[in-house]
């Protein structure tokens, strides 16, 4: 029986696309394994990708669409965060018959699981499938994301009533002010904020985190997220840890832009250009990474 990865991404066109395209990059190196994307078919608008899809059918015989039905809501008010959310909750029967069907050809070895589809985490846990996060961008914001649970935990405010209170999130080269995180965590009383509550929770009991970076752009925050700092229950970072304020940050910032030394920057820029065309390179980190996440599917 052959090997397949099953992929759950959201129906958005950045997240649905470049779960898509990590397909491909699997293929390229592993071609032995099947990849079955399952596509929820959104009764809102997420940006055109049919023709992308029917591209990819066309062109690259190892990956397979398998699509659900489309879901009535009554979702309609509710912003576009919370309704991909509930897409996945109210599709789960579907994804559960979706993997069942699948596992009678191929046998799955793992699935790739868009955070926005975290309520469909308990249908391949109980289906004992080998479940990977995947969050579109870098662990800069990932570490954001996952300290949430301790945010929520030391303090009984919503965010937006924190305003410029500084937070300081391990990896993250300068505190957060509250009333700049991100606009879903920034009210405990909405359902967005359970939503992202429960995936940033759920996310590190998972088999692992996939996010889209090069290792030498974001060191500082990689590691954090490795250490387990960012996740709940680790200790805040000592408070005497170099950390400008906010606001310092802002004219630092500013001065720079003004300065001679914006062009070193654009240099430095150019030159991590280079890194991360090398760290797609064969032996390079990024590939390296890619055959670690083979590696672990491999031994389950």
């Not at 190892?62 to 599709?91: R, V, Y």
Request: proline content about 8%.
């Amino acid at each position: 029986m052959k090997y397949s990865i099953v992929i759950y991404p959201s129906p958005g066109r950045g997240h649905l696309v470049s779960m898509i395209e990590l397909a491909k990059l699997i293929l390229t190196h592993y071609p032995s394994f099947y990849i079955t994307v399952i596509i929820p078919e959104a009764p809102f608008e997420t940006g055109v990708t049919y023709g992308y899809v029917q591209s990819i059918s066309a062109t690259v015989p190892s990956i397979t669409f398998h699509h659900l039905p489309t879901i009535p809501t009554t979702t309609s008010l509710l912003d576009i965060q919370t309704q991909t959310f509930e897409l996945s909750l109210q599709n789960n029967h579907n994804f559960h018959q979706a993997l069942v069907l699948i596992s009678k050809s191929s046998n799955i070895k793992a699935l790739l699981l868009d955070f926005f589809c975290n309520p469909s985490f308990k249908i391949s846990a109980k289906l004992e499938i080998l479940t990977y996060y995947y969050k579109p961008g870098g662990p800069s914001g990932l570490t954001v994301f996952l300290y949430l649970p301790t945010i929520h935990k030391n303090t009984t405010k919503s965010l937006k009533e924190l305003g410029n209170e500084e937070i300081n999130i391990p990896g993250m080269p300068v505190p957060l002010r509250a009333k700049d995180m991100p606009y879903p965590m920034q009210d405990r009383t909405w359902k967005v904020y359970d939503y992202f509550l429960e995936t940033a929770i759920q996310m590190p009991r998972s088999a692992g985190i996939i996010v889209n970076t090069v290792e030498t752009l974001e060191k500082t925050a990689l590691n954090a997220i490795l250490d387990g700092q960012c996740t709940p229950g680790e200790p805040a970072p000592p408070e005497d840890d170099g950390l400008v304020s906010a606001e310092e940050f802002e004219k630092l910032v500013t001065k720079l832009i003004d300065s001679n030394d914006g062009k070193l920057i654009k240099e430095r820029v150019m030159a991590l250009k280079e890194k991360v065309s090398v760290a797609l390179k064969e032996g390079g980190p990024s590939l390296v990474a890619l055959a670690n996440l083979i590696e672990s599917i491999l031994k389950h």
